[in-house]
């Protein structure tokens, strides 16, 4: 189906389709009426957010014979995996902290090291 035909079927106009795409008017525009190529993905992200106003054939498919139908997402699974996207950039962040002090430890010692050296090539 052609993005024209879409909008026209969807019964939104352009600027709610930018939005519900996250695209520029302009953009969107521009795919309507031909100037630009409408890129792969976001001929998927079409089929996704319009299989409602989409023929069966040309709704996203996740297996063949299977229809995508979009779905209400899992809400309790996402907080779960914020949460755990949280805890997981809390503790990189105690890495980052981390490692800063080793490699200021590292420096003393190589500089310990260096001095040390220096007065053992001095005595010689």
């Known amino acids: 189906m052609e993005l024209f035909e879409?909008?026209?079927?969807?019964?939104?106009?352009?600027?709610?389709?930018?939005?519900?795409?996250?695209?520029?008017?302009?953009?969107?525009?521009?795919?309507?009426?031909?100037?630009?190529?409408?890129?792969?993905?976001?001929?998927?992200?079409?089929?996704?957010?319009?299989?409602?106003?989409l023929p069966k054939e040309e709704r996203l498919v996740?297996?063949?014979?299977?229809?995508?139908?979009?779905?209400?997402p899992d809400f309790s699974q996402l907080k779960e995996e914020n949460r755990q996207l949280q805890r997981r950039v809390q503790e990189l962040e105690q890495d980052k902290e981390d490692l800063k002090g080793d490699k200021k430890m590292l420096e003393l010692h190589i500089k310990t090291l260096t001095s040390k050296n220096e007065g053992r090539q001095e005595t010689a």
């Open 6 to 53: 879409l909008l026209k079927k969807s019964g939104l106009n352009t600027k709610e389709i930018s939005k519900r795409l996250h695209l520029g008017v302009r953009t969107v525009q521009n795919y309507a009426n031909g100037s630009q190529t409408i890129p792969e993905y976001i001929k998927k992200l079409i089929r996704y957010e319009f299989a409602e106003s």
């Open 62 to 72: 996740s297996e063949p014979g299977e229809v995508y139908e979009k779905k209400t």
